[in-house]
């Protein structure tokens, strides 16, 4: 079973930022958070990973809680491309399985 | 970062037939891994492909159902055996790169069976 929970869904207007949270509150010491996102019909796409400090790239920022508990995965000026499922998964790496279990997402409709 | 590619994009079958899934990556890399995405639902990790051995399947798969070949790091195979409806699905390749162990997935194969 997935190890996170995340809202089904979310609408979000566009080019405003848009804030999907996900909870892990049983997360191990040396688990990643990891974000992909599935726009329909594609394969997921990778978006960021972070331990316990944040993390920003291109795509996307991610704020972890202190506690480790939850995190937010934030789009800055959300865009009708960024219309997908968004998955938050929590894994250690290098652990020797590479097994990713998915849950269920969050279903973010972008609205013009 | 991988590039990876499959073939078919899809395809429509009948049942009691068999299709075989391409999965073709940039570079080379340890192990591919196979996962099914039926209509609605999140993605299912079917098995991992080992490349010179045997594959190693997810609880409620079986080789017989779903062989898989790796012949060499940069390819593999899957094929849906004796299909009916119920294996219409997408069926997407990975690959795991990087120290963190970062997942690249294809495009996927989108498969109907009538």
Same mark, same amino acid.
């Given at each position: 079973d997935a190890k996170t929970t995340q809202p089904t869904s979310m609408d979000c207007a566009e080019g405003r930022a848009a804030n999907l949270p996900c909870n892990h509150s049983t997360i191990s010491g040396n688990e990643y958070v990891y974000w992909y996102r599935q726009i329909h019909s594609q394969g997921p796409q990778y978006i960021i990973h972070g331990l316990k400090n944040n993390e920003t790239n291109e795509m996307?920022?991610?704020?972890?809680?202190?506690?480790?508990?939850?995190s937010t995965l934030i789009l800055p000026h959300a865009t009708l491309r960024d219309t997908a499922v968004y998955y938050c998964i929590v894994r250690p790496p290098a652990s020797g399985t590479y097994k990713y279990i998915f849950g269920t997402g969050t279903r973010l409709k972008v609205l013009a | 970062s991988a590039v990876i590619s499959q073939?078919?994009?899809?395809?429509?079958?009948?049942?009691g037939t068999s299709l075989t899934i391409q999965c073709q990556v940039d570079s080379q890399v340890t192990m591919m891994f196979w996962y099914r995405q039926q209509? =609605?639902?999140?993605? !299912?990790?079917?098995a991992t492909a080992n490349? =010179?051995?045997?594959? !190693?399947?997810?609880?409620g798969f079986v080789i017989?159902?779903?062989?898989i070949s790796r012949p060499n790091l940069t390819f593999s195979t899957l094929t849906v055996s004796n299909m009916s409806p119920e294996d219409s699905s997408i069926y997407l390749c990975s690959v795991?790169?990087?120290a963190f162990e970062t997942q690249y997935f294809g495009p996927g194969t989108r498969l109907l069976v009538l």
């Open positions: 996307a920022s991610l704020i972890i809680t202190e506690d480790r508990k939850s | 073939k078919p994009s899809r395809d429509i079958c009948q049942r209509p =609605g639902q999140s993605l !299912t990790l079917i490349q =010179g051995s045997e594959a !190693t399947y997810e609880s017989d159902k779903f062989p795991v790169v990087g």
